[in-house]
């Protein structure tokens, strides 16, 4: 069984970094997408950040574009998400989440539709 193990969350000041972890643990395979989505109070839970393993592309949510980055150690099956310039609505409960089961379609479909594994989430706050 695949288990998903999310760590990196934190208080910290608008402006500031933080860097959210996933391990992928009992993966027979290295070919995944994996990423984050974060569920603020009040909201729905929406997909942020996605990568994929065969090529590494990548697939941000345009309200953090050019301020978080997704990478991953596929020898580790890790991703990370690297979140800088944190903006008080960036504050969430972020899950790490993962389509293990990839098709062959394009890598926002797999990430949105085809997610079969979550991760516990993780708390990030961003105080103004």
């Known amino acids: 069984e695949v288990q998903l193990q999310a760590s990196g969350g934190g208080l910290v000041q608008a402006g500031g970094s933080l860097t959210l972890s996933c391990e992928a643990s009992?993966?027979?395979?290295?070919?995944?997408?994996m990423g984050w989505y974060r569920q603020a109070p009040g909201k729905e839970r929406e997909g942020v950040a996605c990568?994929?393993?065969?090529?590494?592309?990548?697939y941000y949510i345009s309200s953090v574009k050019g301020r978080f980055t997704i990478s991953s150690d596929d020898a580790k099956n890790t991703v990370y998400l690297q979140m800088n310039s944190l903006k008080p609505e960036d504050t969430a409960v972020y899950y790490c989440?993962?389509?293990?089961?990839?098709?062959?379609?394009?890598?926002?479909?797999?990430?949105?539709?085809?997610?079969?594994?979550w991760g516990e989430g993780t708390q990030v706050t961003v105080s103004s």
């Open positions: 990568i994929n393993s065969r090529d590494h592309e990548t």
């Open positions: 989440a993962a389509d293990f089961n990839v098709a062959s379609r394009a890598l926002v479909q797999n990430f949105y539709y085809g997610i079969d594994s």
């Open positions: 009992g993966l027979s395979h290295g070919r995944y997408v």
